[in-house]
């Protein structure tokens, strides 16, 4: 690697967010080499603190969503606090943030005043619902998002409906809005202007259900719930093996050919008058599946991987949480790296976002208020200022409580 210039170096967010939508965006900013400034409640700060105390006394959350910021903690609903986060997105190319509808507009920091106010400032808003609608001020949460969108209609098995097991829509709308914002700037480059960007958890979610939407659409049917199989595919599920399971996808008929003629050693079933093309196969799933069963209960699932993975075919062990950390794929490729924590360093996987001439940093987790002196000196207040606001709790520095311990 030979260039250390980061793709975002010398680009400043300043962000009023909580939870998972916004931490997200601006923690990928933050890798790719942004200052974020992250501006938290005092005393309480982002409430994904406090979701649990898995990592060495922190949140999971919190850990996972917010490396490489710095934490300002601030009573924005003081006149005095308020006046500080708005001379902070002064400075700011990028202000994101994911308040409750209306709140950023009461604390002076609504998308209109600030572009008219600072017309080279990228202003981006996540919200539940998007900027109109009936639905504009209703409280959005993932779940509800998911539920609402028909994201759960289409997850789950035929007898139960379940929401995905991450955060989708949250995720979906953290990664619209961190590309989205990435776009402006590089407008901005060309043009001096900045611009407004909403996202909404819900529009996010919705063009996340293309498929099943075009589906009903056009082919007028809901997509089933099919568990790990899939409504357009066969064989496309979880198979026994002699001592477990392991899930094969053949998406076309050399796969199906692939499938029985080289790991089956069943080259007779390439032709099957039930079984020789998809649609033949979707009309008769069980029947597939049966025959599918019926080879793979005789392999080890280490063995039928390596069988499958010969032969072509796709195909995957089904992991746990446990699997995945061991994974040597992971390992195979030194994606690990150390993340410094208020509670000392925690184990952290390398951006997704790979660069070959620069390794994108793995910046340290924020104690709340840990940067609130040294961001506030840089807008010209002197220490004695800072402990005045301190003292009249305008402001937050880190505290001498110990983190929680499990």
Not at 149 to 160: A, D, N
Request: charged share 20%; net charge negative; proline share 6%.
């Amino acid at each position: 690697m030979t260039n250390d210039l980061l793709p975002l170096e010398g680009i400043t967010v300043v962000a009023l967010e909580q939870a998972v939508a916004a931490p997200l965006a601006t923690r990928h900013l933050a890798d790719l080499g942004a200052r974020v400034i992250k501006l938290e409640r005092v005393g309480e700060g982002d409430f994904a603190r406090n979701y649990d105390h898995a990592v060495h006394g922190l949140a999971s959350h919190f850990v996972w969503l917010n490396r490489g910021k710095e934490s300002v903690a601030l009573d924005l609903k003081s006149a005095d606090g308020a006046e500080l986060a708005r001379r902070l997105v002064a400075r700011a190319d990028v202000f994101l943030q994911n308040a409750a509808p209306g709140a950023a507009e009461r604390l002076g920091l609504g998308a209109e005043e600030l572009a008219e106010r600072h017309p080279g400032l990228v202003v981006a808003g996540i919200s539940g619902y998007g900027t109109g609608g009936p639905l504009r001020d209703r409280k959005a949460y993932d779940m509800l998002i998911q539920a609402e969108s028909g994201l759960i209609s289409v997850t789950g098995t035929p007898e139960t409906a379940t929401k995905t097991g991450v955060p989708s829509s949250d995720i979906a709308a953290g990664l619209y809005t961190s590309q989205a914002i990435v776009a402006a700037l590089f407008r901005r480059e060309r043009t001096g202007k900045g611009g407004i960007v909403d996202v909404s958890m819900f529009d996010a979610t919705v063009e996340w259900l293309g498929h099943p939407m075009y589906m009903q659409m056009y082919g007028g049917r809901q997509v089933p719930r099919m568990g790990l199989s899939h409504a357009s595919i066969a064989p496309y599920d979880a198979y026994p093996t002699a001592d477990g399971e392991i899930l094969i996808g053949v998406q076309n008929d050399r796969g199906w050919r692939a499938l029985v003629t080289d790991v089956f050693d069943r080259p007779d079933l390439v032709d099957h008058p039930r079984l020789a093309t998809n649609p033949l196969r979707v009309a008769h799933r069980e029947e597939c599946d049966a025959v599918v069963a019926e080879h793979t209960r005789g392999f080890a699932t280490a063995d039928l991987d390596a069988r499958l993975a010969a032969a072509g075919v796709p195909a995957a062990q089904i992991n746990d949480m446990s699997g995945l950390v061991e994974h040597p794929q992971l390992a195979g490729r030194d994606r690990w790296r150390a993340v410094d924590t208020p509670a000392g360093p925690v184990r952290g996987v390398l951006p997704p976002m790979t660069f070959r001439d620069v390794e994108l940093p793995m910046g340290a987790i924020p104690e709340l208020g840990a940067h609130t002196d040294a961001v506030l000196a840089e807008l010209g207040l002197d220490a004695g200022e800072i402990d005045r606001l301190a003292a009249g709790g305008v402001v937050g520095r880190p505290t001498d409580v110990p983190v929680p311990t499990l």
